[in-house]
């Protein structure tokens, strides 16, 4: 007999529901089983719950987790049950020249991991793409942990890709949890000032805690200007984009200098880059689904050590059950991020 | 009274001539006029020959030099009258933040150098944009420097942006003087495979002669399929486009590993980068006009000690009065470059 557990699946635009489903059993020999400890409600998957991802049939929702193994595959050597564990959004083998390289999103096994806003959740290639805690963590630091599954390495891999560093001064544009975090990475890597491109009170406040040096509220090629004049008109050296939006990769790639670095992590609808213009830029563009696997280790380090709190994204907590309500309140930007507790 | 000299002028598509012009003088004190040794015909000319880039009023042609400082204007300290002298197709002070940072063609006082297929040249800030060889050059290695004021070091940036390095399979797309360079330099900078994408016997020969270890001669998705084959399906590490099409662009994007480089030197014309797709691809996308400044004392280096032989790519000579039939040459493809000589 197949065992039933709780989890949110969407039916339609704005239609989110917390329903009865089969618990996830193991599959593949390489398969873990995770008893969820927390989830949350991503800002891509707000793509789909305005209908802009087309739904042509119910899914279920959630790609950030964190939680205790339950049961593993007979494969799986690296992790146990009874260890807490952190994933990405992609199982990767972490074994093959793509993750070697530290690109496991684009793993040649790679599978996406989906259903996570439940009570539990199947992770293929468990060796390969979960990281286990050294000690099952206090309460207080698993929102911490659970930002790390996405948000954080997001925002991490995003510093990263513009080369945030010493000396540089960096623009981040997008204010969500992304954006957000991208400039905690960037004042953890190191860089000399960090420009944050919000219009939002309460997410400026957040931005300048996490370590931005200056805020600019325009948008477009205001906010353009507004760059170029904070650093001598030439622009940022390293820019983070984290919206997805033609306006914002146009803002981004337009506020950085010649030679800079453009890092993309909001996740791409309906951008188009004009191959000429973007040709006279002279910057960097690199970016993606970010390879969250890669940073785990170090990220999860930096919490345990309690050198950075990412966890203070989550501006709202729910039970699991009001999943739906969490979904509204990002919707409609009352919420920064909604973390969920099964 | 002014002085005249013979220089090159295209007044309609396909229409170039050679004819009385104005003898270029200092404008400003940080000018140098060099007579020219020799000079030719590029590629991107090839857009204005075509009527691709409109041509609205007779514009002087040519942006790739060599020849003996005859003058220079009070400001200049860098270089005297009766040195050999290498400059690239942008002026740059050399001396601000990006150009330091190695951006010269994004120099904060750039300035286009153009009328170079004549027998004078004005080039503006001498200072930052000229480089003397330590004695005036054999003939005989003329059109090895001359291949430095541009297509050399455009196809060795095209490596660089690529992070072409040992140990890196590289795969270059387009086979004019630029992409043949650009196989050269990636011998140089240590690249294990070279994989040079061409259909033209005799280019695939000089690729090969230049260091390339495979040739492929389908194109678009073929293309694309055969690098696969020849990379364990994963792609390149390193991947140089220097054609400026979408078919090109693309072409090379997807030639690429997850996490891999494209360097992007063909003078982009039409291209669209979906960044949709762009996103899934993990790939670095850097490129642009290329800093040829910043390579030029290498390059001169390693041509005066004969380590290269760049000016291979120059398989038609003529007499600077003949340019005509050097543009009519290239455009039909039965030259790869032609060099003028004054």
Known sequence: MVERMLGTVIHAPFDVRFEELDRPAIIEPTDAI?????TCVCGSDLWTYRGINEITHPVSMGHEYVGVVEEVGSAVTGVAPGQFVIGSFFASDNTCDICRAGYQTGCVHRAPVRGAQAEYLRVPLADGTLVATPEVPDDEIVPDLLSASDVLGTGWFGATAAQVGPGKTVVVVGDGAVGLLAVLAS???GAERIIAMSRHEQRQKLALEFGATDIVAERGDEGVAAVKELTNGLGAHSVIEAVGTQQSMTQAID?????????FVGVAHGVEIPGDQLFYKLVHLHGGPAPVRRFLPDLITRIMSRDINPGKVFDLTLPLSDVAQG???MDERRAIKALLQP
């Open 34 to 38: 995770v008893r969820l400890s927390a």
């Open 187 to 189: 004042a953890q890597l």
């Open 327 to 329: 979904y509204a309140a």
């Open 255 to 263: 506020s950085t200098r010649p030679g800079g670095h453009v890092g």
